[in-house]
């Protein structure tokens, strides 16, 4: 059950990593915009569920700290990360937003019945490691004048890392209530870009493709297999295989022309790689030794 949970949540990761690619491929609509676009659809799994079951609406029926627990930490997470973005250099920025996993993994020790182990933190950092040499292939500076967009970037961090941690405590409160996350997250999405931005919409069906992708994938499923994941998996093993979202990405991109590869890309996936195997130690022994009892 754990290891098929964990599983589950690892696709989250997997459908984190076309969420630059299908952005890309998006055009040049404003964040919020495309924010509350793509919750919008993000929610349709969960009402198409409700129309086929209408029984599971009442999953929706959840304490306020459930839904104030789930509202901050997909829009809040996605706030703080386009305020970061543009009050502070790209990368700077995104390398102190992605320090989530490392978060998550330590934090893990608050959580009851978890242990945090050294090869934990040891493979979160190797992922971070990882993550440095994709992301700050230029060099990496970091300037004062940006104070507020670093802070905002580490905001980002802990809100993510902070939602993912108090979800596991609550396992009672079904995944249906995701899509409710979802539909406000596209109503204060909305609300955002009204008052900050300008509505541009797509130029052709390509980008509508790619905006709808995003929608269903990355900004959809991703976010239901990760609730479950987190909720009934292994949650250290999940934080530091969540490293594997931006080497996966750069990898992706690279396939489809928009990066070169690079030996600097071939370390960090062995960084990446081999932290997330660390930290999975106690799953693969306890799938081994499961293996030859049943053999």
């Known amino acids: 059950m754990k290891i098929r949970a964990t599983l589950i949540g690892f696709t989250a990761i997997l459908m984190w990593s076309f969420l630059a690619l299908l952005t890309a491929a998006s055009g040049k609509m404003p964040p919020f915009q495309l924010s509350a676009i793509t919750f919008a659809i993000g929610s349709l799994p969960g009402i198409i569920t409700f129309i086929l079951r209408p029984e599971r609406i009442g999953e929706l029926r959840q304490p306020a700290k459930v839904w104030l627990t789930g ?4 829009f809040g997470y996605h706030f703080l990360y ?3 973005l543009r009050n502070a250099p790209a990368v700077e920025a ?5 320090l989530w996993p490392l978060l998550i993994v330590v934090g893990s020790a608050l959580l009851p019945g978890e242990k945090l182990r050294w090869y934990h933190v040891l493979g979160a ?14 060099g990496i500076s970091f300037d004062p004048a940006y104070g507020f967009g670093y ?6 961090a802990f809100t993510w890392s ?15 209530v995701v899509t409710g996350f979802c539909l406000a997250t596209s109503i204060l999405s909305l609300a955002c870009h009204l008052g900050l931005e300008t509505t541009v919409w797509p ?9 709808v992708g995003l929608g269903i994938f990355p900004v959809g499923l991703a976010f239901y297999a990760w609730d479950y994941g987190v909720k009934n998996g292994d949650i250290q093993i999940l934080g530091a295989s969540s490293y594997a979202a931006p080497l996966l990405s750069t990898l992706i991109l690279t396939l489809f022309g928009f990066a070169e590869p690079s ?6 996936c062995l960084l990446i790689t081999g932290g997330a195997m660390l930290a999975a130690r106690d799953m693969i022994r306890r799938r081994q030794s499961t293996e030859k009892v049943e053999a």
């Open 94 to 98: 995104g390398l102190i937003a992605y």
């Open 82 to 84: 386009f305020t970061a």
């Open 71 to 74: 509202v901050i930490g997909l």
């Open 125 to 138: 950092l190797a992922g971070l490691s990882g993550t440095v040499l994709i992301v700050a292939k230029n």
């Open 162 to 176: 902070a939602y993912s941690l108090i979800t596991r405590r609550f396992e009672a409160a079904s995944t249906d």
């Open 203 to 211: 130029e052709s069906v390509s980008q509508w493709a790619a905006v």
């Open 263 to 268: 030996l600097r890309i071939g370390l960090a």
């Open 151 to 156: 802070f905002a970037a580490f905001l980002c």
